[in-house]
């Protein structure tokens, strides 16, 4: 059983071409690029309420992730094994590809509550899974205690949207921002190890750009459904695009000024929170492209 659960040595003689471009592509539905895509545009032309949601999710799913690989220090498969060059240094155990994909697809299914929902995640969340054996970047314990751990995620954060967490959901908008503040330092003096959450620390700056986004929408801009899709679709695409073309400069950018790494990845993820959440919507409502949520 060990062996079975560790050696993927066995996945080799399986790999073809197509089969490599196949589970690139699904194995690309787990990196950062996709979620800067998806989680705006869906914001932007699909439900902010239902997106919101989702992107707080996956910010939850993703710290308990990188927690959990931190305090478990599970090697990867050997690295001679692996046709996924983007993993780097990170350690094995949970695969976060396949805690986000269970958490994030059945959640959507969940919310959308259709047939074909619960099967279109059945299938992404499953190809996901699978591409990470196929590339060899994760062995099976690391893909199933993935996906468990996406499970469990969704039965929780199900009470975190919940009637018994009104008290949250009616709290004065500054008190909430200043929960997300202070539960940071807990956080990162909690983290496993000397080093603190490393890079997986920019998730709290995006929770925070983005909450604080929709809380400025609430008030100001009150984004709702596009009046005009022959316009709102083609700038969705070039304002998501605009995300992948400056996410990786802006980091650049703010180090240059003379932060540190963390420091500009936390900066960055909050920039990009608040320009998905208020920068586009206001583009959108004041160009009248979108409706008011009001009317």
């Not at 074909?116 to 190809?127: L, T």
């Amino acid at each position: 059983m060990e062996h079975f659960l560790h050696d993927m040595a066995w996945v080799v003689p399986y790999r073809s071409p197509e089969l490599t471009t196949l589970f690139n592509g699904f194995t690309w539905l787990g990196y950062t690029p996709f979620f800067l895509l998806f989680l705006p545009i869906g914001y932007w032309l699909w439900d902010k309420h239902m997106f919101t949601r989702l992107a707080v999710l996956i910010i939850i799913t993703g710290i308990l992730n990188s927690f959990v690989k931190d305090l478990f220090h599970d090697p990867r498969p050997p690295l001679a094994l692996a046709i996924d060059p983007r993993v780097g240094d990170s350690f094995g155990f949970p695969s976060g590809h396949a805690q986000v994909a269970v958490a994030m697809w059945f959640w959507l299914a969940y919310e959308l509550k259709r047939a074909w929902a619960w099967a279109a995640a059945f299938v992404i969340a499953a190809g996901v899974c699978a591409s990470r054996l196929y590339l060899a970047v994760h062995d099976i314990e690391d893909v199933l205690g993935g996906a468990i751990l996406g499970v469990v995620t969704i039965v929780a954060f199900r009470s975190l949207v919940s009637d018994e967490f009104n008290f949250w959901h009616r709290a004065n908008p500054l008190l909430q921002l200043a929960a997300i503040v202070a539960i940071q330092p807990l956080v990162w003096f909690a983290w496993p190890g000397d080093n603190g959450p490393g890079g997986a620390f920019s998730l709290f700056g995006f929770l925070l750009g983005w909450w604080g986004g929709v809380i400025i929408d609430r008030s100001m801009i009150h984004l709702g459904k596009p009046a005009n899709w022959f316009l709102a679709v083609p700038i969705a695409i070039v304002a998501g695009a605009a995300i992948l073309v400056g996410y990786k400069p802006l980091e650049q950018i703010l180090m240059n000024a003379g932060l540190t790494k963390i420091a500009a990845g936390y900066v960055e993820a909050a920039i990009i929170g608040l320009y998905a959440t208020v920068l586009i919507p206001l583009l959108l409502r004041s160009t009248r492209v979108s409706q008011s949520a009001a009317s």
